[in-house]
């Protein structure tokens, strides 16, 4: 297993979850990093991206200022912080890599991502 989520639950509206995502050196180490989420019914949609040097970050308008994605480097690890959760954030969250030749590179582009994590519920009772 090279990349692996984890963190999700069942939470009130307004609570916070932090997801965990870890990975293989292979796969973290120049590699830009990403979550995204699906909803029942719907397509997956980009939530979260990050760089490869950790500096550069991406949301999606609906998270912004609520979820902050973040990098371990020695742990190897992805963070998605989400604080005042909304029952529309009700998803599986993924997480997602891709190599970056560029240190401050990202992209919200599935397509774009060569290795993805299994996912991990959330879930948001209103």
């Known amino acids: 297993v090279q990349l692996q989520a984890s963190g999700g639950g069942l939470v009130q509206t307004g609570g916070s979850l932090r997801l965990p995502c870890s990975a293989s050196?292979?796969?973290?180490?120049?590699?830009?990093m990403a979550w995204f989420r699906q909803a029942p019914g719907k397509e997956r949609e980009f939530v979260a991206a990050?760089?490869?040097?950790?500096?550069?970050?991406n949301y999606v308008d609906s998270v912004k200022g609520r979820f902050a994605i973040s990098r371990d480097i020695a742990r190897n690890t992805v963070f998605l912080q989400m604080d005042s959760l909304k029952p529309e954030d009700t998803a599986v969250y993924y997480c997602?890599?891709?190599?970056?030749?560029?240190?401050?590179?990202?992209?919200?582009?599935?397509?774009?991502?060569?290795?993805w994590g299994g996912g991990t519920q959330v879930t948001v009772s209103s």
């Open positions: 997602a890599s891709r190599y970056s030749r560029l240190p401050e590179s990202i992209t919200f582009d599935a397509g774009a991502y060569s290795y």
């Open positions: 050196k292979r796969t973290f180490v120049g590699y830009s």
């Open positions: 990050i760089s490869r040097s950790g500096r550069s970050t």
